[in-house]
């Protein structure tokens, strides 16, 4: 029977596996989850991982791991404000120099703490630390969306907020809660109990 140490070895291993030739947001999603990975021991058998949105267009993912009553995650949250699905710091000579616009973004890392009340009620306060990048896009036919962005300058970014969560079952929590960068924020947390 497999316990907490065996799957948190596998998912470990199997994360440094698929490392190889991927972009720098898919490799800090990889990272978070190693680090989740090598948190975990025998006195943290449940594990889970959260989908969130927020009204400033920002998409979030984290893993976290709960003994008794408390819960720790880390995330992934990053804004979808109109740049390209290629985002570039320097521009190649052949690239396309036509601009066709600009804008914003930003990135977060999160860093979490949930505690249980009354079985069902969670309270989650989050601190966050990221990238607000400031960009223009440029068309070029080569590109998959027709052109790239190219950042044009960036300054990092601390933000704070608090999520309220309600347990449904033992397995779905919906949460929901205001992000001093993020703004409005809504989401789900799945729990995984390793050990039944």
Known sequence: MLDCNNVTQILFYLNLLSMGNINKNQKAIKVITVLILLLVNKSYCQLGTSISFSTGKALGI???YTKNEDSFYLGYSYQFNGQKNTVITERKQNYGKTPT???D???LVDFGY?????SKLSVQPELSFGSHNYFTNYSDNRFRDNGYSLINDSKSII???TNIGYLINSFLEPYLGFHTIKKACFGLRVHINLLN
């Open 159 to 161: 933000g704070f907020g």
């Open 114 to 118: 949930s505690r249980r009340f009354f």
């Open 105 to 107: 973004y930003y990135w």
């Open 62 to 64: 984290n893993a976290f």
């Open 101 to 103: 616009g600009d804008g």
